[in-house]
């Protein structure tokens, strides 16, 4: 069974820095390309960022709004995607949601982390 | 960016009835474009993708039609565990952007 677990999430002050991770199973991590998606309280869906896998660079899409604070990376060899998250802003409170991208899309999606930014 | 406008924000409805949401985009995102079904306090679960291709495990209940700016997902029948929000996503252009939603429930 294809399986995403996210862990890491709490409560984190403003400025300060917190690493997500995203543990697969059930499938070979290194074939897919990875996504990240937020939720606010009560909000709609917002793209973090995606990950292609090796056969395609490897290379990283942010959205504006994380690009320069946030990274993705990730580790074949254990199949674990990370979301490292610094300078955090009370707006990055949300569910952090990992996925294997169907393309572009959020193809299977794991229950989520909840990160909340407060002092 | 494009920027996805899905209406109506709200569907009430009954069961066994059809329900049609619409998901309209700024610009052409020609046939990218995702369906996903969320309830409440769970992930979101994608429906259809490039605009018409059920998912793994769909119900054909379910379908996604249109292209360029104009998409609609329709759900023939509807059943009691159909009532949910729905969101729409493009993949055409980054960053990848999300229509504020469609809930759909009970009448």
């Known amino acids: 069974e294809v399986q995403l677990v996210e862990s890491g999430g709490g409560l984190v002050q403003p400025g300060r820095s917190l690493r997500l991770s995203c543990t697969a199973s059930?499938?070979?991590?290194?074939?897919?390309?990875m996504s990240w998606f937020r939720q606010a309280p009560g909000k709609g869906l917002e793209w973090v960022g995606f990950?292609?896998?090796?056969?395609?660079?490897?290379?990283?899409e942010y959205a504006a709004s994380v690009k320069g604070r946030f990274t993705i990376s990730r580790d074949d060899s254990k199949s674990i995607a990370y979301l490292q998250m610094n300078s955090l802003k009370t707006e990055d409170t949300a569910v952090y949601y990992c996925t294997r991208a169907l393309a572009g899309y959020g193809g299977v999606w794991g229950k989520g982390t909840t990160v909340t930014v407060s002092s | 960016e494009i920027v996805l406008t899905q209406s109506p924000a709200t569907l009430s409805l009954s069961p066994g009835e059809r329900a049609t949401l619409s998901c309209r985009a700024s610009q052409s995102v020609s046939s990218y474009l995702a369906w996903y079904q969320q309830k409440p306090g769970q992930a979101p679960r994608l429906l259809i993708y490039d605009a018409s291709n059920r998912a793994t495990g769909i119900p054909a209940r379910f379908s996604g039609s249109g292209s360029e700016t104009d998409f609609t997902l329709t759900i023939s029948s509807l059943e009691p565990e159909d009532f949910a929000v729905y969101y729409c996503?493009?993949?055409?252009?980054?960053?990848?952007?999300f229509g504020g939603g469609t809930k759909v429930e009970i009448k």
């Open positions: 996503q493009q993949r055409n252009n980054w960053p990848l952007t």
């Open positions: 990950i292609r896998n090796k056969a395609y660079g490897g290379t990283i």
């Open positions: 059930g499938f070979t991590f290194g074939d897919y390309a």
